[in-house]
């Protein structure tokens, strides 16, 4: 069974190609819930009004349904809590100036 650990793992491989951090380290996934070999991440964007807020979630399902351990995974984007800086990895604020 695929663990949370390993699904955020695989997240690190998705990336907000305008801030060039992986959507792991902007603080984006707020929960992975498995359920036998499906998945759901709940996450969220830095803005509401963000260019890829279809794109960036199809990215993350895409990338978890990829694992051999998944057959499903869906993708629940939220607003709340609004997405800041603070949420970042100390790596990512270093990278972005934080």
Known sequence: ?????????????????EL?????????IYGVDIND??????MTLTTQGC???ETMPAWV??????MEEVDN???EVV???PW?????????KELLGY
């Open 73 to 75: 995974a869906e993708v």
């Open 51 to 53: 260019p890829l807020h």
């Open 84 to 92: 800041n800086p603070d949420m970042m990895s100390e790596e990512a």
């Open 1 to 17: 069974m695929v663990t949370e650990e390993q699904v955020r793992e695989v997240l690190k491989n998705v990336w907000d190609p």
């Open 20 to 28: 060039g951090v992986n959507v792991v380290d902007l603080g984006l």
């Open 79 to 81: 607003w709340s809590p």
């Open 37 to 42: 070999r499906n998945v759901t991440v709940k």
């Open 61 to 66: 399902k895409e990338a978890v349904e990829k």
